[in-house]
């Protein structure tokens, strides 16, 4: 059978039977440690203004992670260092990808690792200068290869990405092209639509339908529109622009059902940004729209603001499902949708704008229940 990746790395740091034997006899010494080091591993990360800021729940959430800190230690010391490890390995590797966690990181918090453990192995093994060499190394050998199914899992997100902006540059092209060529024939329909109205205004069932042809003519050019703005880029018409006064006008630009409560929290005196207005707007539309959409017949949306460290938050949350855990990562791709209409382009057209303005958009679960969307725009400067 061929050589799975792990093993090709275990032969590559020359992990072997006696380095697991180091290792597991290792363990009963450093298991009343284990605790106290994933403590000194978090101070470490909340210390660090960069690496903070990849803890999603603040220190609220470094509880719940040297818990998990420590059951990886328990398993790093323990074996089995089979297919299964690697694995479960990989899986923690790709939710420090999902949460965009720089790859950089890891090798300083690797190092805190290494280092208190090294330490327990020098004061616990000092009569056994032999023994705690070879535990060294096997430690030494170990943590190597946790890096290296770290370094991995952030490659294989590099690739899926390339290929991502691949088929999307293709797509692209071809939606394009699909987008300008459907406009003729849509303008051709509205045109002898224009002529049939004028005719069917005596007949009852006629007129319902004509007017119907004309509300989906409206949504094909406008998805058209979206679609060609996703690819053409326009360019950014930069002014001041009020937040505050931006989201009254989404919220009150969105139709609601009379179920859905809208409020508006913390958004006055927010500091102005230097952006484009109209797409600012859209951006703004585009959220508050896809939150009454998931709230829902009966919920709340509510838009709230906050500034620090020269950048503004607008927070546009809902009361509805929130996203579901498989379209997380892709969220933000075009044509990833969870609506039964439309064709998912929102999102991506939010993100596209955002990230012109030198923005960043992103997602997290709301107190309200459902989804938050959070832009972050740079002020001042
Ligand atoms: C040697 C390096 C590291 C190890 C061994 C490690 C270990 C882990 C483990 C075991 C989990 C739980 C994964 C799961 O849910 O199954 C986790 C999640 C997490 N780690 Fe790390 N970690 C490392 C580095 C870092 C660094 C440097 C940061 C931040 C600067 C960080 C931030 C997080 C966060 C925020 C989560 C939770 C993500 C979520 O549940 O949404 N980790 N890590």
Do not use: C
């Amino acid at each position: 059978m061929a050589e799975t990746l792990f093993e090709e790395l275990k032969r590559y740091v020359g992990f072997s039977a006696g380095d697991e034997a180091a290792l597991r006899a290792l363990y009963p010494h450093a298991r009343p440690e284990l605790t106290r080091i994933a403590s000194v591993f978090y101070q470490r990360i909340l210390d660090h203004e960069g690496a903070r800021k990849a803890l999603e729940g603040g220190e609220s959430a470094v509880g719940r992670l040297k818990i998990t800190l420590v059951a990886w230690m328990d398993s790093l010391l323990q074996g089995p260092w089979d297919e299964a490890y690697y694995e479960r390995r990989a899986r923690i590797g790709r939710v420090h990808v999902r949460i965009a966690l720089p790859q950089q990181y890891m090798f300083g918090a690797m190092n805190v690792l290494r280092q208190e453990l090294n330490g327990v192995v020098d004061q616990q093994l000092i009569e056994a200068p032999d023994v705690l060499r070879a535990t060294r190394l096997a430690l030494g050998k170990i943590l190597d290869l946790e890096l290296a199914i770290m370094l991995h899992t952030y490659r294989e997100d590099l690739l899926a990405q390339q290929s991502r902006v691949e088929r999307l540059s293709t797509f692209g092209q071809l939606i394009g092209s699909i987008g300008h060529e459907l406009r003729n024939p849509l303008s051709v329909i509205e045109t002898s639509l224009y002529i049939l109205k004028g005719r069917t205004e005596a007949d009852e069932r006629a007129k319902k339908h004509v007017g119907r042809i004309g509300e989906q003519l409206v949504i094909a050019n406008d998805i058209i529109t979206k679609l060609l703005d996703m690819i053409r880029d326009k360019p950014l018409q930069r002014s001041p622009v009020d937040l505050t006064a931006l989201a009254r006008a989404a919220g009150e630009a969105v139709q609601r059902p009379p179920g859905v409560s809208l409020g508006l929290v913390g958004m006055e005196g927010l500091p102005e940004v230097q952006g484009d207005p109209v797409q600012l707007r859209q951006v703004l539309v585009n959220l508050v729209e896809n939150a009454v959409h998931a709230a829902a017949p009966e919920g709340q949306v509510r838009v709230s603001g906050g500034s620090g460290e020269g950048m503004v938050t607008v927070t546009v949350e809902d009361s509805g499902k929130g996203v579901d855990e498989s379209i997380r990562a892709r969220l933000f791709e075009p044509l990833i949708t969870t609506k039964a209409k439309g064709i998912g382009l929102g999102l991506a057209l939010v993100k596209r704008i955002v990230e012109r303005h030198g923005g960043t958009l992103g997602y997290q679960r709301s107190s309200l229940g459902g989804a938050a969307f959070w832009v972050k725009l740079p002020f001042g400067g």
